[in-house]
Nanobody, 126 residues
């Protein structure tokens, strides 16, 4: 069982940066792949970024490539999402998720994750 708690969201202006954190409970965090998803009002939850258990492989949704960076610190049981050059269209509730076994394809899908946090709101004003 893994419990996830996100933090770091807030209200910022376009062009600003934020770093989201996701703290995980459990001794097996280092064996889980981790993902970040987001959900804007009236829209489906969508993939943002993912990182393998070792940290050696990352995936990004096209619209965030070059602006967002996912990383993890297995010693601290924490995964991060550094978000730079934020845009109003990045406004959403951001969720972290964990999964034990995945293919590269399933790392991009909601159904590929077993555990979810409660989300943290990110609002970017223009």
């Amino acid at each position: 069982q893994v419990q996830l708690v996100e933090s770091g969201g807030g209200l910022v202006q376009a062009g600003d940066s934020l770093r989201l954190s996701c703290a995980a409970s459990g001794r097996t965090f280092s064996s889980y792949n981790m993902g970040w998803f987001r959900q804007a009002p009236g829209k489906e939850r969508e993939f943002v970024a993912a990182i393998r258990w070792s940290g050696g492989s990352t995936l990004y949704e096209d619209s965030v490539k070059g602006r967002f960076t996912i990383s993890r610190d297995n010693a601290k049981n924490t995964v991060y999402l550094q978000m730079n050059s934020l845009k109003p269209e990045d406004t959403a509730v951001y969720y972290c998720a964990a999964a034990a076994l995945q293919t590269t394809a399933t790392m991009r899908t909601k159904s590929g994750y077993n555990y979810w946090g409660q989300g943290t709101q990110v609002t970017v004003s223009s």
